[in-house]
């Protein structure tokens, strides 16, 4: 099964908001630095994983935002 780039980042941000709960709650130093390292890692792998996401789009800078589109999307309108 493939991962999706959006799932490794969200393991990421849970790992990392684990990490700021362990250490408001007076964990153990160990608890806090293994999983800060651990965290790191994953965060690593994710940039890696992001970076290498195989996501093509037919979108340029000349369409600037989705939500307010401008250039090509504007000529198909009309």
């Excluded at 362990?22 to 651990?38: E, K």
């Excluded at 994983?49 to 340029?60: G, H, M, N, P, S």
């Amino acid at each position: 099964m493939k991962v999706s780039a959006i799932t490794y980042i969200i393991i990421t941000t849970l790992l990392l908001l684990t990490v700021t709960i362990f250490a408001t709650m007076g964990f153990p130093f160990g608890w806090v630095f293994y999983s800060m390292v651990f965290g790191q890692v994953f965060w690593v792998l994710t940039v890696i994983r992001v970076l290498k996401d195989k996501y093509t789009t037919d979108k340029t800078f000349d369409d600037l935002y989705e939500d307010y589109p401008i250039g090509r999307a504007e000529k198909n309108i009309r």
